[in-house]
């Protein structure tokens, strides 16, 4: 029985490896993905990091000020800047989480233009050539 439940696991554990090896959440990974499934996704890692900062803020105990209360954005405005974003083709090697979590949402933030967003970029790319 034993012997059973460890095969199982090593399966289960070889199998988890093995596609998570193979998934890179990238710019061409977005750039496959259909329309409405861009969309979920960016409303899952809303929920997630609405989550976290909410936590960080109790934890804190800051109260956001009414600028930042100002700031919403729909799921669908982030999608369409994340699509703006990737049709850049350099930055397809850039994955999601690092594009959503130093760049999207510190743009949405504090009000990036476009040089800003690109500058940004490019320190992220610089930072992962080396």
């Known amino acids: 029985m034993k012997r059973l ?11 988890n490896v093995f596609c998570a090896a193979q998934e890179q959440h990238d710019g ?3 750039n496959n ?28 105990r800051i109260e956001l000020s009414d600028e930042e209360k100002k700031h919403k954005y ?4 982030i999608m369409n800047l994340i ?8 930055y397809r090697v850039l994955r999601i989480e690092v594009v959503m979590e ?17 500058q940004k970029a490019l320190d992220i790319l610089e930072r992962t050539q080396e």
């Open 83 to 90: 699509d703006k974003f990737y049709s850049n083709p350099k």
């Open 33 to 60: 993905l259909q329309r409405k499934s861009k969309l979920y996704y960016v409303i899952g890692y809303g929920d997630a990091y609405a989550f976290h900062s909410m936590r960080e803020l109790y934890m804190l």
């Open 74 to 77: 729909t799921s669908e405005e």
């Open 102 to 118: 130093f760049i999207i949402y510190p743009a949405l933030r504090n009000g990036w233009i476009k040089e800003q967003i690109d």
């Open 28 to 30: 061409k990974w977005w």
């Open 5 to 15: 439940v460890f095969i199982l696991f090593l399966c289960l554990f070889t199998t």
